[in-house]
Each structure stands twice: as structure tokens, then as C-alpha cells.
């Protein structure tokens, strides 16, 4: 029973729509505790990580893309990232053991230990079923704001090069849940160049090219700082909020890596 009552736990705005429909096939899988669901549902609450949860309204969870707790928002971008981290996985046709290490400590750190192997079990399920990253990803963009919907990607593309071989379809799924979850091409390809070093990354990360002008770097990293600062994800709890500030560090590094190559004060 412990499996499905962590799901419940984690239900929020995903509760609906594509992410709701891959929900609801892992709910259907455990015959002998769906009606332990249905009656924590019925009463509104659930058990997450050991805490009390409120369960969602069904009928007005679609309905609300802004307004939903500190506690939803965390939970609901768990559950995104399982759903995607899915799709990344499989994108090589193997899923990799320091793929789902990446996930593991995501899940350990943010949730703790006790959640781990429910959050994994959640994650062999979805890897057994053919995710829709378009319809997905819709969903995410409609009630994630941009800021932590960048964060997520950063995450993802953590996942995609944890086996340390990252292949041309792996960065083509990402470049498609990016897309999927409408972040800009520039940010796609800023945050997937944090993790490829090379002689033009630094203008990557800053999403320019290197013929940009001095005055278009400072814009540039303006911009950067802007959408992917760490209050924009505070939300989510203090270590995805630290994971934001590597990412921003990163922004910083690149401006400051391109300063001492142009010679700009």
C-alpha cells in the first residue's frame, strides 16, 4: 500500500491532464489498494514522505494554474521530473544505473530517504509506458512559471549525461522536452552547454553567438541573471534553490570568462 499512498501524497496541479492519465495507469496497476486511494481521496488526505498532505481537488485542479501551495509546487515538480526524467532515460534505448543515481539524489535530498525507492518504483513504471513529452510538456508550461521550469531542465540534462556518453539522440530528446516545455532555443541550448566545455560554451551560456557585440554580452548576461536567478525557484525547497545557484554561478562564470577574453570592464 505504501506505493500508492506516496503517489497520492504527491498529487498536485498533475493530477489532471496527460500527467494525471500516467498516474492514474500506475494507480490502476495495484488492484488490492485502490480503494485505500479512493478513501484517502474522498477524505482529502494522503501521506507524503510522512507528512500530512491535503489531497487535491480533481474537480478544480485543472482550473487553477496559479495559487497552489509552497508543499504542491514542490511535489508537482517531482512528479514532472519523474515523468520526463523517463523520457531522457529511455532516449538511448538503455536505461543506465548512474542515470537513476541522479534521480535518487534529487529524491533523497528534497524528500528524504523514505521516499527513494517509492520514487524509483514510480519511475521503472513510467519507464514501462510510452511517454508524450509534447503533451506533457504542455501541461508542465501551463502551471510551472519559466524560471523553474529551466530549473527542471537543468535537472534533466544532469540525467542525460550521468553516463558519461551522451548521444546524439539523447541531446535530441532533450532539445524536444525543452522545446515541449517552451523554453526559448537560447535557454536550451545555455543550460545544455553548462555541461559541454568548449572554446565558444562560455557564449552558450549566454545564449549569443561570438560574434556578439560588448554591449550584447552585457545584455545578454543581464538577461541570463534575470530568468535564472535562485529567488525564482525558492519555492521548491532549498536544494533545488542551491542547485539554482550553481546554474547562476555558471551564468556568472561564463560572463566572467568572456570579460577577460574581451578585455571588457
Known sequence: MGSLKWIVGFLGWVSGGPIGALLGFLLGT???????????????????GGQAYSGPDWQQTTARPRGYTATEQ???FLMSLL???????????HVHQHELDVVREFV??????SAVDEALRILDGLNRQQVNIYEV?????TYMNYSQRLQLFH??????????????????VLEAVGAAIRLN????????????????SAYAVLGIPPSATDDEVKSAYRRMAMKNHPDKVATLGPDVQKAAEEKFRQIQQAYETIKKQRGIN
Open 108 to 113: 533523497r535530498r528534497n524528500f528524504g530517504e
Open 83 to 93: 515523468v520526463l526524467s523517463s523520457a531522457v532515460i529511455k532516449a538511448d534505448g
Open 137 to 141: 510538456g504542455a501541461q508542465i508550461a
Open 155 to 172: 535537472y534533466l540534462t544532469q540525467i542525460a549525461i550521468a553516463d558519461e556518453d551522451f548521444a546524439k539522440s539523447e541531446k535530441e
Open 74 to 76: 514542490r511535489n508537482s
Open 30 to 48: 495495484v488492484v488490492d489498494s485502490s480503494l485505500d486511494v479512493i478513501r484517502q481521496l474522498n477524505s482529502g488526505q494522503a501521506q507524503a
Open 185 to 200: 532555443a537560447s535557454d536550451i541550448s545555455s543550460v545544455i552547454a553548462m555541461f559541454y566545455k568548449d572554446s565558444e
